[in-house]
């Protein structure tokens, strides 16, 4: 039987992403979990990746750039990302907090070691 992992808080500590954003880590082997804090202004380029992405924002409204359309994702919304769907995501005047689930777990936080 596989053993369940605890993070307590003091764990979970901050690393840096692109500039102005900070995140966590924690993974298992299917499936991981990101937490982020984003400063104003800060944006994450263009990208693909294979694991499909659910972010849900806690904090302040993350933008969401698809080709031409934009879609601005509140506090307490959800937005969902198929696998290998190129987009953009960026700040505008609020700092923001959110959480990510993926499936599968993405290869560079895992490597990172953020999930120890």
């Known amino acids: 039987m596989e053993k369940m992992c605890y993070y307590p808080k003091e764990k979970l500590l901050l690393h840096d992403d692109v500039p102005g954003a900070k995140q966590w880590a924690v993974s298992l082997e299917q499936t991981m979990l990101t937490y982020f804090e984003i400063e104003p202004n ?3 380029d263009s990208h693909t990746h294979a694991s499909e992405q659910i972010t849900m924002v ?4 993350l933008y969401f750039e698809q ?7 509140k506090a307490g919304e959800v937005i969902a990302i198929p696998s290998n769907a190129p987009h ?11 959480v990510d689930a993926w499936s599968p777990v993405m290869d560079k936080y895992r490597t990172a070691g953020h999930d120890k």
């Open 88 to 98: 953009a995501v960026f700040t505008r005047e609020d700092v923001v907090r959110a």
């Open 67 to 73: 080709g031409e359309k934009i879609t601005g994702v």
């Open 58 to 61: 806690i904090e302040g409204i």
């Open 42 to 44: 800060c944006r994450f």
